[in-house]
């Protein structure tokens, strides 16, 4: 939702300048008070609080990844193929400004008797998807790896069991040990009576 009331996408009647109806990318699940399936609003993602918006790219370059101006997710099909959200989510939290990464939940492992943690049935075609996205993005992160530690960015594995190597395994209570929050620091005198 944008701005608390209502989605960036508004089912109302907005229209191009040439008079069509600007369309989102066919979905043709949501409809709005117009009966129209997903029209654009022409507010923009700047246009709400709080909200950032990034361009994406699908061409993966590990000597250019941390310091390139759009978000790599891996690369197009056309390249190779293997794209996901966890290089978009590593991405962004550099862009943050985090130096310590700890991964949970990163096993890089699914079976036909074990796909996800929750229940969830997968074909054997998705499970042999799934593997060859483990492999894809494995080779990348190892890839990154003298990057992410010449950029000073530690990222730990902390997925028992986790078939991703590219990235030392740290059991999670040392790592959380490892980041822990310095407290000490007092607030007296940060106000002043006056």
Known sequence: MGGGNRPVWDHGEE??????????????????KSGQA??????????????????????????DWL???????????????????????????????????????CDFAMAADRRYWFPEQRRDAAVRNKQQSYRLLSRCFAALRPHFDAAGLRVWNCTSGSRLEAFPHVDLARALDAVGV?????TEGMYVAR
Request: hydrophobic letters at 35%; a positive charge; aromatic letters at 8%.
């Open 15 to 32: 229209v191009a300048s040439d008079g069509a109806r600007v369309m989102s990318h066919g979905d043709e699940g949501t409809r709005g």
């Open 38 to 63: 997903g029209a654009f609003s022409r507010e923009r993602v700047r246009d709400f609080p709080n909200v950032v918006g990034y361009r994406r790219n699908d061409a993966f370059c590990p000597e």
């Open 67 to 105: 310091w390139e101006d759009t978000v790599n997710r891996g690369n197009h099909q056309s390249r190779g193929g293997g794209r996901s959200v966890m290089l978009a989510a590593l991405r962004l939290i550099w862009l943050l400004g985090y130096r310590r990464v700890c991964l949970v939940g």
């Open 182 to 186: 310095d407290t000490s620091a007092s």
